[in-house]
């Protein structure tokens, strides 16, 4: 393998020279993880093998679950996974309890993937993110095709802002059933996070110093979608007028509101469907507006957000932008 990635690279390199062909570059999205090889704006796949063998490893292969777990853990909770979180999904989504049947397979692959989104990890971390946003600077206007065309509102957060965020919460977490250190680390985090948020310049723009409490209150429960109870909204009210709690305190107690996690989930699963398995905005790339979002938001919905029944996670993880990555 090895050989062959040098052969590819000084045979691109001489064609650099000779030809003045496009540079060979790699781009790295996350440090300590994979990175993607270019030639100018093409993107090369690398032939990836068992060790040992001439047999390909493929994101769809029925023997290479331990890939495709592998890409969850990248995709969702940007790291690599720890082993008994490993082990634990890849005999989740192995072939051989199937008996052949190729929908089991298929299914357990789906509920995998979809876990992912639902677990602890994602749901403090990445989706906390989201609400973040959504509380500090609420929806941002998309447009649609599906039945006519039209607005409709939509996650603000973008995958640029996203990625960052989730980094900075996520960092060092991994959740562990049989130890609880993880608890600690993410709390440090999430406070480290909701200092840092209140304190960029598009917050402070949207919310100057000169707001009374009720005010920072009553537009961050407003972009919310008013999540809060009126004793919840009051309580908040006291606590920052009298110091009991920071501007980031608030901001994270409204966006940690349950109403709000409820009512947001099926648009950020949604949204993570782009952002984790096509690595981009749902307006971008082959999507010109939110008209791919809409429909599978309408879907979710219609099924109570079962994911299974709306066949949301299978679409995309079959889907020919998902496979060509790999």
Known sequence: MKLAVALLITAFATLTVLGQAPTLHVVT???????????GTTKVKPLRLRPGT????????????????NQQYVDFLNRFPDQGGFDFWVSQTIP????????????RRDNTSGAFFLSIEFQATGYLAERMYKVAY???????????????????????EFLPDTLQLSNG?????????????????KIAYANDFVARPRFTAAFPASMTAAQFVDALNANGG???????????????STGAKTRAQVVRAVAEDQDLINSEKNKAFVLMQYLGYLRRDPNSGQDT??????????????????????QMVRAFIVSGEYLNRF
């Open 226 to 240: 008013n999540p809060l109870s009126s004793t919840e909204r009051n309580q908040l009210v006291t606590d920052l």
């Open 289 to 310: 507006d939110h008209t791919g979002y809409e429909f599978w938001l309408t879907k979710l919905n219609q099924f109570g957000g079962d994911f299974h029944a709306a």
């Open 138 to 160: 609420g929806d941002f206007v998309g447009t649609s095709t599906l039945g006519g065309t039209h607005t409709l509102p939509v996650p603000i957060i973008k995958r640029s």
């Open 29 to 39: 999205e996350i440090p300590n993880l994979p990175s993607d090889l270019y030639y």
């Open 96 to 107: 051989g309890p199937c008996g052949g049947n190729m929908e089991c397979w298929r299914l």
């Open 54 to 69: 001439n047999t390909p490893i493929t994101i769809d292969g029925l023997n290479d679950s331990d890939f495709f777990v």
């Open 173 to 189: 977490v991994v959740v562990d059933p049989n130890n609880n250190a993880w608890q600690t680390v993410l709390e440090n985090n």
